[in-house]
């Protein structure tokens, strides 16, 4: 029993690790990317570099899950961690942006079979009454790494190099490889099924021609380009022609039926709305402290730490008391923190005291560390282990598209937002200064240095404002998240009595 539960531990550090690695990735690039622009060039498929990461894992998150289901969880966890290896090696020795854009697409397809397998794989090794607990740890792990993310990449990137953003990578998912390899031994039996081609090729063409044309539209391509048309054009048909596979299909990718169980599709629409509002403060919160208060990108990066412990003491706390009460009311307690959050984060400006910024970001983070855990369990509610895999992979899939989606359209709004206010203050373009500033401007001190002080608080209010008004609009989503939690039910993890007892 000892030798066991010895292994247990070890299949779930090798679990850790892999999430870790998965969910950084999505966040730790963003800081490197000046650098790696100066030394590779390509500045015009910067994008891509991003882009192509995120699109590559929510284009493989539901197909592996769905795999995992059918021929064990095992052997894709450890396919993606390969792949995840390999994508990371060549990432750090690529010698030009083109290169550079492959690996991270190699490097995307790995991360999107590591975390939903590894909340599976939980699911199926702990009883219920334990369940809580190590999904609990488990989400604490993917938020920390999400927000640690631009601080760990500022660090390396300044301290050793950019290329070790991804080599660091390495030693961490051999440790994983080894854990999991010698210590989990998989006792479920899979059934065979038929691999849903159709589905899995336009539901990628289809996330693809969506992700590229919010990506590119109004800043490469205005939006009613032919380029951009045709991009969303083909998303629609793509989209179309999956829905229609996927109601026809023996063993679809994604279960349409799944989404008839009430708390399966109310929990999987908070996460997209949680996904959209959350991926705001973690990316707009590091801007506004380098722009505001004035700093370097590190420590622009060190302001996320209490946003980080929030919701590794919420995922923690949620993850324990979903065998106490209902997923809804932990939920609730969830989204009124995270709402109130944003709402603090919307009256942020200039005079703001560093402490109450500190104290708006831990009340953030606390209200979004439930739904790490609590909706990855209420997502897989139900389910048995012929359809974990698909669940929790379709949970998973839809907090990365909101999460992509959110980036992209706040980034407009407050890239729109400040642009506008700049152009006021410039009279149009005709000031002196006029012809220097933008968006991007704004975070040169170089540009910065050169303007007159009086000017430049003007524009630093411009900033703050800018960023004040982009988590106000992000109350929007997050308040369509309260109206699903309350659409979630009573249903809540059952403890057998002889658990109880024990």
Not at 243 to 257: D, G, H, M, Y
Request: some cysteine; glycine content about 10%.
């Amino acid at each position: 029993m000892n030798a066991q539960q010895s292994n247990i531990k070890l299949v779930v550090a090798g679990l850790l690790l892999g999430i870790f690695m998965s969910a950084i990735d999505n966040t730790i690039v963003a800081t490197a990317l000046p650098t790696i622009i100066r030394d590779l060039q390509g500045f015009d498929q910067v994008v891509w570099v991003t882009s192509v990461y995120m699109v590559a894992v929510m284009a493989g998150t539901p197909i592996f899950g769905k795999l995992s289901d059918m021929y064990g969880r095992k052997r894709f966890f450890i396919f993606g961690l390969i792949v995840f290896l390999l994508g990371s090696a060549l990432c750090g020795m690529a010698g030009s942006m083109g290169e550079l854009i492959i690996y991270r697409a190699i490097q995307g397809i790995g991360g999107g079979a590591l975390m939903p397998i590894a909340f599976t794989i939980v699911f199926d090794l702990f009883p219920p009454e334990k369940r809580g607990k190590m999904t609990g740890l488990l989400g604490a792990v993917f938020g920390t790494s999400s927000i640690m993310g631009p601080l760990l990449g500022a660090f390396i990137t300044d301290s050793i190099g950019w290329e070790w953003i991804f080599y660091v990578n390495l030693p961490i998912g051999v440790v994983a490889f080894i854990l999991i390899m010698t210590s989990y031994k998989e006792s479920l039996s899979h059934a065979k099924q038929k691999i849903d081609w159709i589905g899995a090729a336009t539901l990628v063409g289809a996330i693809v021609c969506l992700m590229f044309g919010l990506e590119l539209g109004g800043h490469t391509y205005a939006w009613d380009s032919p380029q951009i048309m045709g991009l969303f054009a083909g998303f629609i048909a793509l989209f179309i022609i999956f829905l229609v596979a996927e109601t026809r299909a023996p063993e679809p990718i994604i279960s349409f039926k799944m989404f008839q169980k009430r708390l399966f599709a109310s929990s999987n629409i908070v996460a997209l709305f949680y996904g959209a509002t959350f991926i705001v403060a973690t990316i707009f919160i590091p801007i506004f402290v380098s722009g505001v208060y004035g700093g370097s990108a590190t420590n622009a990066g060190l302001i996320l730490m209490p946003m980080m412990l929030g919701s590794v003491f919420g995922s923690q706390g949620g993850g324990m008391l979903t065998t106490r009460t209902s997923f809804r009311n932990i939920m609730i307690v969830s989204v009124i923190c995270f709402i109130a959050g944003i709402a603090c984060l919307s009256t942020i400006s200039p005079e703001t005291p560093r402490y109450l910024l500190t104290i708006y970001m831990v009340l953030t983070g606390f209200g979004v560390g439930f739904s790490f855990s609590v909706l990855s369990m209420a997502s897989i509610h139900n389910f048995d282990a012929r359809q974990r895999g698909a669940a929790t992979s379709t949970n998973s899939f839809l907090r990365s598209f909101g999460m992509t989606v959110g980036i992209t359209i706040f980034g407009i709004i407050q890239r729109n937002s400040l642009n506008n206010q700049l152009s006021e203050l410039t009279g149009g373009g005709k000031a002196p200064v006029g012809d220097q500033l933008n968006a991007d401007a704004v975070l040169s001190p170089e540009v910065m240095n050169q303007i007159p002080p009086n000017v430049r608080e003007q524009i630093t209010n411009a900033l703050a404002d800018s960023i004040a008004t982009t988590f106000m609009w992000a109350l929007v989503p997050a308040v369509l998240a309260l109206v699903f939690v309350l659409m979630m039910g009573n249903e809540r993890v059952t403890v057998p009595n002889k658990a109880k007892g024990a």
